[in-house]
């Protein structure tokens, strides 16, 4: 289920980056998603799109990398 949550969660973030990040590059290591170039704008977006989607509130440090949103929607959504 984790795995299938992380690709979904990829592609969520990739989709509010507008393509800038691909979901494989988010996928491939533990990098933090400001260091991918996921930018203020983006963040919001997929603040937005991850509520939407799995009903939990996010805060901004919630998303620092991809393994700590998949945890927070694990346990919360």
């Not at 979904?8 to 989709?15: D, F, T």
């Not at 996928?27 to 930018?39: E, I, W």
């Not at 901004?60 to 949103?69: I, K």
């Amino acid at each position: 289920m984790d795995g299938e949550l992380r690709e979904r969660l990829a592609g969520m973030i990739a989709k509010a980056t507008d393509g800038a990040v691909d979901p494989a590059e988010v996928m491939a290591g533990r990098a933090r998603l400001s260091d991918l170039g996921v930018t203020s704008l983006a963040y919001l977006r997929l603040i937005d799109a991850v509520e939407a989607e799995f009903g939990v509130q996010l805060e901004p440090t919630t998303l620092d990398g991809l393994d700590e949103l998949v945890d927070y929607v694990r346990l919360h959504g």
